[in-house]
Nanobody, 120 residues
Framework: QVQLVESGGGLVQAGGSLRLSCAAS????????MTWYRQAPGKQRELVAA???????NYADSVKGRFTISRDNAKNTVYLQMNSLKPEDTAVYYC??????????????WGQGTQVTVSS
């Protein structure tokens, strides 16, 4: 099993910054992908940014140039630096860890979510 604990959410004015952290513990494989998702009220959960254990990164178009994802493999922690925040970034942000067993079974683990609210 894997446990994910997120932190760093809060209330910020438009144009401000926040940094989210997600610490993973438990049975973590060397090869995995850590992803930030978000879900706004009344909307579907969407991918924000992802980083593999090898360092490959991708972002949603809506956050490119404003958000930066990074990870510390030694600490099994992923970060999301969010700059130039907009009211439309308001959502609950969730951390996800995906890894595959040697038998080819993919497991997804989720954090409890952290609220980010951007006021206009």
């Amino acid at each position: 099993q894997v446990q994910l604990v997120e932190s760093g959410g809060g209330l910020v004015q438009a144009g401000g910054s926040l940094r989210l952290s997600c610490a993973a513990s438990g049975s973590i494989f060397n090869i995995n992908t850590m992803t930030w998702y978000r879900q706004a009220p009344g909307k579907q959960r969407e991918l924000v940014a992802a980083v593999t254990s090898a360092g490959s990164i991708n972002y949603a178009d809506s956050v490119k140039g404003r958000f930066t994802i990074s990870r510390d493999n030694a600490k099994n922690t992923v970060y999301l630096q969010m700059n130039s925040l907009k009211p439309e970034d308001t959502a609950v942000y969730y951390c996800n860890l995906q890894q595959r067993t040697v038998w080819g079974i993919t497991h997804n683990y989720w954090g409890q979510g952290t609220q980010v609210t951007v006021s206009s």
